[in-house]
């Protein structure tokens, strides 16, 4: 594992509100005062630098992922602001309609995994991750489109603030996409597969603010684990992909090549092994 604050000169682009290639010398002594000065970072300028660092790894001519959730939709804005400034020319699969309506307005030019089954680079937020880049995610309903997308990409890359950062994976409820027909026995099967690999904890039906059942793009609906602590998540993951009428969980287990988490002193990149 390789974890390090890269990039200190990031300060100047925060500090001015400009999101580019990071910069050296008198300036970066310019906005180490502008930030000793300035009011601390807010949740989404943390998002936002963290995005901005993976916007460096974008070249022209690639096939994207873009992923779901407040910090992918902050890179998918800086991304379209990019392609306009210097022209770039790119390709993506977004892994959600919500992400696919943003892209679309933004006019990135969109495909499908039909059309295009290999990406270059998958870019994505996460709810949490640990030390080995293993990730809860689905906060946002995402995480089937979200998985699918991601395994088909070279690279899949973590952006976000350093919050999402844990020792061991569990305190988020786990996002569980099952399919509607069958629930209460999909469930106890669910119930008992998580009890068999260690872990235990409710299952609740995700409701949106005014009660109504949370659908996911594919029709299907969310459990939310209460785990708590998952102290083998790979083994969970396996015994997971088991369980008929799940459609899929969110642990994504070895997928992440890097992730770039945002701190108040800059932004960290923690790489797999
Ligand atoms: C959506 C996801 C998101 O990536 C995850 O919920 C993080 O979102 P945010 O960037 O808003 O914290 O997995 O299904």
Redesign the pocket.
């Known amino acids: 594992m390789d974890a390090g604050v890269n990039s200190p000169g990031l300060i100047l682009p925060l500090a001015l509100g400009f999101f580019g290639r990071v910069r050296h010398g008198e300036e970066r002594k310019h906005a180490l005062s502008l930030l000793v000065m300035g009011s601390p970072m807010s949740m989404d300028e943390l998002?936002k630098a963290a995005a901005a660092e993976a916007l460096t790894l974008v070249e022209s001519g690639m096939r994207l992922g873009l992923?779901?959730?407040?910090?992918?939709?902050i890179f998918v804005d800086l991304l379209a602001e990019r392609m306009k400034r210097e022209g770039l020319k790119l390709i993506a699969v977004p892994t959600?309609e919500a992400t696919r309506q943003q892209a679309e307005a933004l006019g990135i030019p969109l495909t499908t995994l039909d059309e295009t089954p290999e990406l270059d680079l998958a870019i994505?937020?996460?709810?949490e991750l640990d030390a080995d880049l293993n990730l809860i995610?689905?906060?946002?309903?995402?995480?089937l489109r979200?998985k699918i997308v991601e395994l088909s990409a070279k690279r899949f890359v973590v952006i976000?603030d350093e919050t999402?950062q844990v020792k061991t994976l569990g305190k988020f409820p786990l996002?569980l996409e099952v399919v509607p027909f069958g629930l209460e026995a999909t469930k106890a099967r669910l119930t008992r597969a998580i009890e068999s690999a260690g872990s235990a904890g409710e299952l609740r039906l995700r409701l949106k603010a005014d009660g109504s059942i949370v659908k996911t793009d594919g029709g299907n609906i969310i459990l939310d684990a209460h785990l708590g602590v998952i102290k083998n998540p790979a083994h969970l993951a396996e015994t997971l992909d088991h369980v008929t009428g799940l459609v899929e969980h969110?642990l994504f287990i070895g997928m992440a090549e890097r992730a770039y988490l945002a701190t108040r002193e800059g932004v960290r990149v923690i790489k797999r092994a």
Do not use: C, Q
Not at 124 to 127: K, L
């Open positions: 998002k992923g779901t959730g407040s910090t992918a939709k959600s994505d937020g996460a709810d995610k689905g906060g946002g309903a995402a995480h979200e976000a999402k996002p969110g």
